[in-house]
């Protein structure tokens, strides 16, 4: 006798929201999670651009998924975080502080 798995499917993008939750046979994967859950069809997300964790930790399309896995479908990153970092700092840069003098013993 086979055991089903109960997993979440979760897939957020601005003014996008959706969380389904999906019973699996026991050794399914993400992918199959995915598909079960039909969020990307819903969404219209480009399955190609998607990537995949669960519970927040990055996953492959064959990992397979665990009774009360969260699947989280992400997206790509709009913007690198140091280019965007770099470029602020450089708009903004931080005033000089005066020389520090030491003080002798």
Same mark, same amino acid.
């Not at 979440?8 to 929201?17: D, K, M, R, S």
């Not at 019973?23 to 039909?38: E, H, I, N």
């Not at 964790?53 to 975080?81: F, K, S």
């Given at each position: 006798?086979?055991?089903?798995?109960?997993?979440?499917?979760?897939?957020?993008?601005?003014?996008?929201?959706?969380?389904?939750?999906?019973?699996?046979?026991?050794?399914?994967? &993400? =992918? *199959? !999670?995915? /598909? @079960?859950?039909?969020?990307?069809? +819903?969404?219209?997300?480009? $399955?190609? %651009?998607?990537?995949?964790?669960?519970?927040?930790?990055?996953?492959?399309?064959?990992?397979?998924?665990?009774?009360?896995?969260?699947?989280?479908?992400?997206?790509?990153? &709009? =913007? *690198? !975080?140091? /280019? @965007?970092?770099?470029?602020?700092? +450089?708009?903004?840069?931080? $005033?000089? %502080?005066?020389?520090?003098?030491?003080?002798?013993?």
């Amino acid at each position: 006798m086979t055991r089903a798995v109960t997993v979440t499917v979760a897939y957020a993008a601005p003014g996008v929201e959706a969380i389904v939750t999906v019973a699996l046979p026991a050794g399914a994967t &993400v =992918a *199959d !999670a995915v /598909a @079960a859950s039909g969020v990307l069809q +819903r969404c219209g997300a480009v $399955p190609a %651009a998607i990537g995949y964790a669960i519970h927040g930790q990055r996953a492959a399309a064959h990992t397979p998924v665990a009774d009360g896995d969260r699947v989280e479908l992400t997206r790509p990153l &709009v =913007a *690198d !975080a140091k /280019a @965007a970092r770099r470029a602020r700092a +450089r708009e903004r840069p931080l $005033p000089h %502080a005066p020389p520090r003098t030491r003080r002798r013993p």
